[in-house]
């Protein structure tokens, strides 16, 4: 057989008789194979399961990190660094000073805390971000030992007290990281 068409030409050589057979048609008394989907309904719901686990977790931490203030602005953790860098060689008095305002710029920066304000309204403040109550403890600590410092810098013991406060305050910044 040819077909001649305008820009090709076609032609079968052999025997017209060798078409592929059709597929046979099922029995109906015997039962059709499942598809992959009824097979396996059970590793659907699990592969669902860990999706919504995984997108609940991420949206967990972009929370946390919302509220944490992003923890991507360094300048308030270098400068509470900064304080405590150069306290051994200022003053009590100034010393203190610095500490509290560099702990106060972090603590807003970080958490969403007030710049200024009593130490309860700081408390009430840094549990309201959702700071863990031993966190608000630790640094409810660290801050009454730099407000003492600033009250009463002519006891004799300011030095060593100065000392107990950067050694505090580092390691709260480390565990605070």
């Not at 499942?34 to 931490?61: H, I, K, N, Q, Y």
């Amino acid at each position: 057989r040819t077909i001649d068409a305008a820009a090709v030409r076609l032609e079968v050589v052999g025997s017209s008789e060798a078409t592929p057979t059709p597929a046979p048609t099922p029995d109906p008394a015997t039962p059709a194979a499942p598809s992959r989907l009824e097979v396996s309904p059970t590793l659907f719901a699990v592969g669902a399961a860990l999706a919504a686990l995984l997108l609940l977790g991420g949206g967990f931490l972009l929370g946390r990190r919302a509220r944490s203030g992003g923890r991507g602005d360094p300048k308030p953790r270098a400068e509470l660094e900064r304080a405590l860098r150069d306290a051994a060689g200022s003053p009590p008095r100034e010393a203190a000073e610095a500490f509290h305002a560099a702990w106060r710029a972090f603590l807003s920066a970080r958490y969403g805390a007030p710049p200024s304000g009593t130490p309860d309204s700081l408390r009430s403040s840094l549990a309201a971000g959702g700071l863990a109550p031993e966190w608000v403890d630790r640094i409810s600590a660290v801050l009454e030992e730099i407000e003492y410092l600033r009250q009463a810098p002519e006891l004799s013991e300011v030095g060593h007290l100065r000392e107990e406060i950067v050694e505090s305050s580092r390691r709260l910044l480390r565990d605070l990281s």
